[in-house]
């Protein structure tokens, strides 16, 4: 018997069909498939919309910064939840009487995680490093004279003004350390000219140079960044082998991710899933406070904002907003009123006035103000979600509490960066942002929002600087303890008065994880501390 | 031909220039500041860290000067560092560009291959069930928003059913293969790595099918009207006439004239496929050149806004011109001149 060759059109009907079935059985082997090699369980993968904006340390500044740097570099000292300040890479410091030379001695025990010992000169180089590369964290070193390194051990910083502040900056994650001799082999530097001559910005976009828990494995912009543990670590040891922090830039995906288990901590949870988590067995949940708010900010001095040259309208608008209505509309009620710049909980917040909704007593203010009819105000905001809260949805709700007090609000959402070209130059009489602490100091609030010299504030609202403040930020600089606390609450004080900045909500926070996860936490200056974090047995 | 291709190769760098001048000067006309990008609206008042960032990205030279230094640049094959991302441009494109060329190479090919058999069982079935069937799915793949269906199907076959795998190009924890192609399908198979394949392939199924739908909606009508029309013509009813029975006069002639219009429509897809996944890569994690678009564009990353036109422009030209070969190749009655 003999067999044909099959003709061409056959063979061509042959091949479709035999393409189509190794299709199928590929798509087929693919959803079926055991799986792939897969790294092991003892590594943490964390989701979150990331907004790095560098991992140069000196250079970057951004909320998952703060968790990057704090796993691969360490501080001098370290902030514990409770606000103390705790020994890391220094074993002891000590500040002069009048705050303005701090001295350092560093841990003989601390290694870098190439082995090399970390000294004094890298503490000073590090930071001298953040003062001259005037990159985003700069202003940490403000009004520093001089960092040396006095000896192997031995660190001496000197302020020009007394700076009682300093030892909460350096717990700032962008203050951690950095292996001078390594970096400066891979073009940074430190010196006067850092910001023109220093080349290092990429290097650090694949490598680290910290003494911390983990090194950097891999960075993906847009995707992941994978850490190791540090063979080398001179402390406790890393409780996972390695941390991804994987991008997943949307909430509901955040949730998505965590309940099928491929992700094992989601940092962005909304509040409306809130419920849909704590049914959830395989997940857990707390809701804890944050120190970030959002506030409305008036600006008297610019054209369109006269009327708020009166500080009776400016708080006839704090007295006009429905607040517990807005923060039903942004966070589903969870989130608390704040008094001023100065976010609950941070020192000095302790008994300010916080403000609530009286329409009538707005009213009555604006027309004692000569406006008894109300008034109309421009306000231009950046469009954001930030922190739960969506600034579209805030803005329209404060837009219609105001309105039942006679103040008009015409909303102008703008980009971000539409905002940044206007906010410093022709500026807004009303506008709409948010703040996040990035140290333990309440300082940081004065040098922003209160009328003093170099405050951005001061600035954008065109407002005068007041002699008052002035004084009273420096002077709590050269205190401590309840002197301090007191002086920052009467700073507090004035700066509701000046009723510039009018806080909307101080959000709170949704700790969600995977169930076998514990320790999740919401930290001030790590953002996330991977140290408590930990998988259960 | 040879003339008609290197005439057309030679062009390309003309139109390139054009594309870049064009991208360059628009992205810089808008009354917004990159600098809250760089620096942060925290750091948008503090002026030593503005005026250094100014100075550090060429922010302070003239437009005329910034102009001239990236087209020398440029011609270096050096496309800037971006203001975002801080690396340069090119290897941020380079890193990007597999993944979005895989993704709508899949999406290509299941468009074309779906499409093509819808189109041909639509007109074989003219009137009927089927044909009425595969009409409505086409509309409907033409019209859905892809945003809303990539939604619809993640919710539905990955978080509700389990079924579909995570968004993203692999599953959680899985190592990536050796970066060859940049393509994870293809780089797992060089590597010999079957499971790693069918994980990388089942990531890739969903949002490619998504992002076929509008070209599969139009390959189908398309090759089902010109099917139709094809069956009118006079060799086809001369072929019957001689006997030769309907399914083999459709399959080796109608077939064959009715599918040259879709090399056309493959070679005008090309580019919009790629451009246009900006939302299946935003909805799907895919880290291709659509999220870098955007974010870019979000951010005034200038040098990166002119990087994707740039590589945009060199995929349409592409893309044309193959379409254009093609259609020569297979259609005799076409000339290029």
Same mark, same amino acid.
């Given at each position: ?142 009004? =520093?004279?001089? #960092? ?7 660190? #001496? ?80 040891? +890393? ?34 899933? &809130? ?11 707390? #809701? #804890? ?52 710049? =100065? ?96 140290? +333990? ?88 501390? &991977? ?7 | ?34 600098? *809250? ?13 503005? @005026? ?11 437009? @005329? ?42 999406? !290509? ?19 009927? *069930? ?18 809303? *269906? ?107 004239? @009715? ?62 011109? !193959? ?15």
């Amino acid at each position: 018997m003999s067999s044909a060759r099959p003709s061409a059109p056959h063979r061509r009907r042959t091949a479709v069909r035999a393409g189509v079935v190794v299709l199928a059985a590929t798509s087929l082997a693919a959803c079926s498939s055991t799986g792939p090699a897969t790294t092991d369980r003892t590594g943490i993968i964390i989701g979150r919309a990331m907004d790095v904006n560098s991992l140069d340390i000196s250079r970057s500044l951004c909320d998952t910064c703060q968790i990057y740097n704090s796993a691969v570099y360490e501080t001098v000292v370290r902030a514990t939840p409770d606000g103390e300040l705790e020994p890391l890479l220094a074993e002891s410091w000590e500040a002069n009487e009048d705050s303005t030379q701090f001295t350092f001695e560093i841990d003989p025990d601390a290694v870098f995680a190439d082995g090399s010992a970390v000294e004094a000169k890298d503490v000073a180089w590090s930071w001298l490093r953040v003062q001259n590369l005037q990159g985003l964290p700069s202003y940490f070193m403000q009004g =520093i004279t001089g #960092v040396e390194a006095t000896g192997d051990r031995t660190v #001496v910083v000197t302020s020009a003004a007394p700076n009682s502040a300093f030892l909460n900056i350096a717990s700032a994650s962008y203050m951690g350390v950095v292996n001078s001799d390594v970096a400066a082999e891979n073009g940074a530097t430190a010196d006067a000219d850092a910001a023109s001559s220093d080349t290092a910005e990429q290097w650090f976009l694949e490598n680290s140079a910290g003494s911390g828990q983990y090194v950097l494995d891999s960075y993906s912009e847009g995707s992941e960044i994978v850490l190791s543990a540090n063979d080398s670590y001179w402390g406790e040891e +890393p409780n996972f082998s390695s941390v991804t922090i994987k991008e997943v830039t949307d909430a509901s995906a955040q949730l998505q991710q965590l309940q099928q288990g491929d992700i094992d901590l989601a940092m962005q949870i909304s509040f409306d899933s &809130l419920d849909q988590i704590e049914s959830d067995s395989s997940l857990t949940t707390d #809701v #804890v406070p944050s120190y970030n708010f959002l506030y409305l900010a008036l600006s008297p001095g610019v054209a369109g904002g006269e009327a708020l040259q009166d500080v009776r309208v400016r708080d006839a608008i704090r007295m006009g907003i429905d607040y517990d209505t807005v923060i039903d509309a942004t966070l589903a009620g969870n989130g608390e009123r704040q008094s001023t710049g =100065i976010p609950n909980g941070f020192e000095g917040s302790e008994g300010l006035p916080i403000p609530d909704f009286d329409p009538d007593g707005a009213r009555a203010l604006l027309a004692e103000a000569g406006y008894p009819d109300g008034l109309t105000l421009d306000a231009t905001y950046p469009t954001f979600s930030a922190y739960g809260v969506n600034s579209n949805t805030e803005m329209q709700s404060i837009q219609q509490s105001l309105a039942q007090v006679g103040v008009t609000l015409n909303l102008a959402p703008v980009d971000f960066s539409t905002w940044g070209e206007q906010i410093d130059s022709t500026g807004y009489p009303v506008t709409a942002i948010y703040f996040a602490p990035d140290h +333990p100091d309440t300082v940081q609030y004065f040098q922003y929002f209160s009328l003093i010299d170099g405050s951005v504030w001061a600035g954008r609202a065109r407002m005068p600087v007041s002699p008052e403040e002035n004084d009273l930020v420096a002077a709590a600089l050269a205190q401590s303890g309840d002197e301090r606390t007191a002086t920052y609450t009467e700073l507090g004080q004035l700066m509701y008065d000046d009723a510039i900045i009018l806080p909307i909500v101080n959000p709170s926070y949704i700790l969600a994880s995977s169930a076998d996860l514990q320790g999740n936490n919401y930290d001030i200056t790590r953002n996330l501390d &991977l140290t408590r974090l930990s998988f259960t047995d | 031909m040879l003339r008609f291709t290197l005439r057309r190769l030679a062009l390309i760098p003309l139109l390139l220039w054009g594309i870049v001048t064009i991208a360059f000067f628009l992205s810089r006309s808008v009354s917004s500041n990159p600098l *809250v990008t760089i620096v942060g609206e925290r750091n948008l008042g503090n002026p030593d860290v503005v @005026a250094a960032a100014t100075r550090r990205w060429g922010l302070d030279k003239s437009l @005329a000067e910034q102009y001239w230094v990236y087209l020398t640049n440029l011609v270096r094959g050096d496309l800037g560092t971006s203001f975002r991302t801080k690396s340069p441009v090119l290897d941020d494109l380079g890193a990007r560009l597999p993944a979005t060329l895989e993704l709508a190479f899949t999406a !290509l090919v299941i468009a074309v291959v779906l499409g093509t058999v819808g189109g041909v069982i639509a007109a074989r079935t003219q009137g009927r *069930v089927a044909d009425g069937v595969l009409r409505v799915a086409a509309l409907a793949g033409s019209s859905l928003p892809v945003f809303w *269906v990539g939604l619809v199907f993640l919710f539905v076959f990955y978080a509700t059913l389990g079924i579909a795998p995570s968004p993203g190009r692999l599953s959680a924890r899985v190592i990536p293969p050796p970066d060859v192609t940049g393509f994870y399908t293809v780089d797992s198979l060089l590597a010999g790595d079957w499971p790693l394949f069918t994980d990388a392939f089942a990531h890739l199924l969903m949002p490619a099918f998504i992002m076929s739908l509008a070209l599969l909606g139009t390959v189908i009508r398309l090759v089902r009207s010109q099917m139709l029309e094809e069956q009118g013509a006079d060799y086809v009813r001369t072929a019957r006439a001689k006997g030769m029975a309907r399914g083999q006069v459709l399959n080796r002639h109608v077939l064959k004239n @009715a599918i040259t219009p879709v090399v056309t429509l493959i070679g005008v897809s090309v580019g919009l496929l790629i451009m246009g996944a900006v939302l299946i890569e935003t909805i799907f994690s895919w880290n291709g050149i659509g999220t870098y678009a955007v974010e870019s564009s979000r951010g005034l990353d200038f040098p990166a806004i002119t990087g994707v036109c740039l590589v945009g422009g060199v995929l349409f030209l592409l893309g044309n011109l !193959l379409t254009d070969i093609a259609y020569a190749t297979i259609d005799p009655r076409v000339r290029l001149s």
